[in-house]
């Protein structure tokens, strides 16, 4: 009875195997990026890169077990997920409303060990981050955010109330 249960489970191993996922990363415009946009300074960018790009990004990188059932469903879903929620390879395409909230979740996320989720950085060691490390990234975004809202103030100011905008700022 137990044998026939044990070859029954590995037949349906076997099965999974058949189902590949879908590795193809969609286009990604180098210009919508958020590093060509917001030029991060080197230690950032690579931060990003090694902790955040495989799951919110076009430029995923799939590791072996991606090749074995059913962890490669499991790990897709993360990626879905995660471009969905936050794309950085579309970074352009977001409003500024949207950007600022994404960064606010960021600083929040990354402060609470939330992300890079924890299951990633198991199979990922590069992707741990130091407290230093999360320090500078929620640093950094803070920083953006600060330097978008500016810009988007002098944008937003029409000619007209260009002298409010000033009487604001001293
Ligand atoms: C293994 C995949 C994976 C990695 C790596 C990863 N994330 Fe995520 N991220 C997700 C998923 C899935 C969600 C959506 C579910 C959730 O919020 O837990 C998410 C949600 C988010 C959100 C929330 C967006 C919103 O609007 O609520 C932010 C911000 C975020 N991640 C930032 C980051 C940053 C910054 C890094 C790198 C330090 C990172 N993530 C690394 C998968 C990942």
């Given at each position: 009875?137990?044998?026939?249960?044990?070859?029954?489970?590995?037949?349906?191993?076997?099965?999974?195997q058949f189902f590949r996922i879908d590795k193809e990363n969609p286009a990604a415009d180098p210009a919508m990026d958020f590093m060509t946009i917001t030029n991060p300074p080197a230690e950032v960018?690579?931060?990003?890169?090694?902790?955040?790009?495989?799951?919110h990004s076009n430029q995923t990188k799939y590791p072996w077990y991606t090749n074995v059932q059913p962890v490669a469903w499991w790990i897709k879903d993360h990626i879905d997920e995660?471009?969905?929620e936050l794309n950085f390879s579309e970074?352009?395409?977001?409003?500024?409303r949207?950007?600022?909230h994404k960064l606010e979740e960021?600083?929040?996320?990354?402060d609470e060990e939330e992300m890079p989720l924890?299951?990633?950085t198991w199979g990922h060691s590069e992707a741990r981050l130091s407290t230093e490390q999360r320090e500078l990234l929620t640093g950094w975004f803070?920083?953006?955010?600060?330097?978008?809202k500016a810009a988007q103030d002098t944008t937003a100011a029409a000619p007209a109330e260009e002298e409010h905008a000033d009487d604001h700022e001293h």
């Open positions: 009875m137990a044998k026939k249960i044990v070859l029954a489970l590995i037949a349906v191993f076997i099965i999974l960018a690579s931060i990003l890169k090694s902790s955040c790009y495989d799951c995660g471009r969905d970074w352009g395409t977001y409003s500024y949207r950007a600022d960021g600083v929040e996320m990354v924890p299951s990633y803070t920083e953006l955010r600060a330097s978008m």
